[in-house]
């Protein structure tokens, strides 16, 4: 049973660029969250994709976008990134019921230049 | 909104030894209490939840959790630390129906020989 998967696992971009990561979710689960995890903090909920809908969003500027997919995989786009951008990205699935527990992926590290 | 504190940024406890991670929340509504366990390099792992019910939460690999509304506290124990226990641990807390769950700063705990 393949639990969450996040790619890449690195990656290097230079300010003013764009950037997608992605996440396969848990099998069974419907429900995509992506987090924002700067080094030594917690994570920082971005949104919640739900029936390829955006459900939720946190305190994130629109640069922050995202999609979800039928198959109910997400991609999350970052535009004009900034220096503070650096950070993990972190995907989590859980089912369609708001306030289930999520399952996190390894996370997405990435780097701006 | 909701927040989190957890008071301890570090912790270190003998190998065999008790420990207890301190968190303390604020909330609007019913709260949803987690624990979460990060090793490095890797994404979070759930090791218990507090939704509604008997205070004492069992997790897995040994840990529990007390919830306390008086004292606003999910503080999370384990009577006997192994040293594959050292990592990162974050309280998260999410409000009902609401899927912006925060988390904590976090409490990285070493464990000694």
């Known amino acids: 049973d393949a639990g969450v998967t996040q790619s890449p696992t690195h990656l290097i971009k230079t300010r003013g660029q764009q950037v997608t990561l992605r996440c396969s979710p848990k099998s069974g689960h419907d429900t995509v969250s992506w987090y924002q995890q700067a080094l030594g903090q917690g994570p920082q909920f971005i949104f919640q994709y739900y029936e390829e809908e955006e459900r939720q969003r946190g305190n994130f500027p629109d640069r922050f976008s995202g999609h979800q997919f039928p198959n109910y995989s997400s991609e999350l786009n970052v535009n004009a990134l900034l220096l503070g951008d650096s950070a993990l990205y972190l995907c989590a699935s859980s089912l369609g019921q708001r306030n289930q527990p999520q399952h996190f992926g390894d996370g997405t590290r990435l780097s701006i230049l | 909104a909701q927040s989190v504190t957890q008071p301890d940024i570090h912790i270190t406890v003998s190998e065999g030894a008790s420990l207890e991670l301190r968190c303390n929340y604020s909330?609007?509504?019913?709260?949803?209490l987690f624990w979460y366990v990060q090793s490095p390099g890797q994404g979070l792992q759930l090791l218990l939840k507090y939704f509604s019910g008997d205070t004492l939460v069992q997790g897995i690999k040994g840990f529990e959790a007390e919830f306390k509304r008086s004292q606003s506290s999910f503080n999370l124990r384990k009577p006997s630390v192994h040293w594959s226990d050292a990592a990162e641990y974050f309280c998260a807390v999410a409000v009902y129906n609401n899927n912006d769950m925060r988390f904590g700063a976090g409490t990285r705990l070493t464990v000694k020989p």
């Open positions: 909330y609007g509504a019913t709260p949803y």
